[in-house]
């Protein structure tokens, strides 16, 4: 299986110019970044906040660098420290040199990320296609995982074909006019389209050849054992799946799990409102017990 890369140089340098803008103008000038040399690749991390509490570990969904975080982060830092990776294989500063190939090898190189970084224990926090790796790693590497909050994570069904079409959908959107993006925006139930900030990096990263797998849908068994006391928030009205059948189920099969719909939301709920969504997953993480 080949591995993720850029389409040539062009695209390469577009992307970049447009990420470097884009990080001066959104992300906390006190992140510490860093990368972490892993068998899957090169991983760049960023860390922000201080202390010595129990970091958030944010893993971003498909497409989408750690930047995608922008407008949580500072909430998050303000409770304890944060640590905001770009994945391999996605659009952004990480280099891909080996494939991966199971939700083991996601748990595998998030392992070799945090031994990296010297953390070991974090809240993992995911959206989407990372949801679904943060699902991976706690099954995997439970003794890593302090607690799990997760935002319309993949990982409940095969993609639909509603999904495939919202998400076309959403990037021929993306080239069109301001004014009819933002008008779009409504009907299609993704308020991504009116994120003007970060629009230019989103039409740069189709620059970007994504080869991953896509999630392996988790089994009931699965869902029993994972034992860390986990947060999943839906879009009511996601195209992933049928919220409130996979909220349900999630409530069934998971002892730990608490499950919260936002009404008016889609598949888009991680961006429908940051500082509440940041809030949530702050007071859940703190509500946390302490292992024994």
Same mark, same amino acid.
């Given at each position: 299986?080949?591995?993720?890369?850029f389409r040539?140089?062009?695209?390469?340098?577009?992307?970049?110019?447009?990420y470097?803008?884009?990080?001066?103008?959104l992300? /906390?000038?006190?992140?510490?970044?860093s990368?972490?040399?892993?068998?899957?690749?090169?991983?760049?991390?960023?860390?922000?906040?201080?202390g010595?509490?129990?970091?958030?570990?944010?893993?971003?969904?498909s497409?989408?660098?750690?930047?995608?975080?922008?407008?949580?982060v500072?909430?998050?830092?303000?409770?304890?420290?944060?640590?905001?990776?770009?994945?391999v294989?996605?659009?952004g500063?990480?280099?891909?040199t080996r494939?991966?190939?199971?939700?083991?090898?996601w748990?595998?190189?998030?392992?070799?990320?945090?031994?990296?970084?010297?953390?070991?224990?974090?809240?993992?926090?995911?959206t989407?296609?990372g949801?679904?790796?943060?699902?991976c790693?706690a %099954?995997?590497?439970?003794?890593?995982?302090?607690?799990?909050?997760?935002?319309?994570?993949?990982?409940?069904?095969?993609?639909?074909?509603?999904?495939?079409?919202?998400m076309?959908?959403?990037?021929?959107?993306?080239?069109?006019?301001?004014?009819?993006?933002?008008?779009?925006?409504?009907?299609?139930?993704?308020?991504?389209?009116?994120?003007?900030?970060?629009?230019?990096?989103?039409?740069?990263s189709?620059?970007?050849?994504?080869?991953?797998? %896509? /999630?392996?849908?988790?089994?009931?068994?699965?869902?029993?054992?994972?034992?860390?006391?986990?947060?999943?928030v839906?879009?009511?009205?996601?195209?992933?799946?049928?919220?409130?059948?996979?909220?349900?189920?999630?409530?069934?099969?998971?002892?730990h799990?608490?499950?919260? %719909?936002? /009404?008016?939301a889609?598949?888009?709920?991680?961006?429908?409102?940051?500082?509440?969504?940041a809030d949530?997953?702050?007071?859940f993480?703190?509500?946390?017990?302490?292992?024994?």
């Amino acid at each position: 299986m080949p591995v993720s890369e850029f389409r040539n140089d062009q695209a390469r340098e577009r992307f970049f110019a447009l990420y470097d803008d884009t990080v001066a103008r959104l992300w /906390p000038s006190s992140s510490a970044d860093s990368d972490v040399t892993t068998g899957f690749g090169t991983t760049r991390v960023h860390r922000l906040g201080s202390g010595d509490r129990t970091p958030f570990v944010l893993l971003p969904g498909s497409g989408g660098p750690a930047l995608m975080w922008h407008a949580h982060v500072r909430r998050l830092a303000g409770s304890r420290p944060v640590i905001a990776i770009d994945p391999v294989g996605e659009p952004g500063p990480s280099v891909q040199t080996r494939a991966i190939e199971s939700g083991a090898d996601w748990s595998a190189w998030l392992d070799e990320v945090l031994a990296g970084l010297g953390v070991p224990r974090c809240h993992l926090v995911g959206t989407s296609y990372g949801g679904w790796v943060a699902l991976c790693h706690a %099954l995997h590497s439970p003794q890593t995982v302090a607690s799990l909050a997760l935002v319309d994570p993949g990982g409940f069904g095969k993609v639909s074909a509603k999904f495939v079409a919202w998400m076309i959908a959403g990037g021929l959107t993306s080239f069109t006019p301001r004014p009819v993006r933002h008008a779009l925006a409504g009907p299609l139930r993704n308020v991504t389209l009116r994120d003007d900030d970060v629009m230019p990096l989103v039409k740069a990263s189709f620059g970007f050849r994504r080869r991953h797998i %896509l /999630p392996t849908p988790l089994t009931d068994d699965d869902l029993g054992r994972i034992t860390a006391p986990t947060l999943m928030v839906f879009g009511a009205h996601s195209q992933l799946y049928n919220a409130r059948e996979v909220a349900a189920r999630v409530t069934e099969r998971m002892p730990h799990a608490v499950t919260e %719909l936002i /009404p008016e939301a889609s598949h888009d709920v991680v961006l429908w409102n940051p500082d509440q969504l940041a809030d949530r997953i702050v007071t859940f993480a703190a509500e946390t017990p302490a292992p024994a």
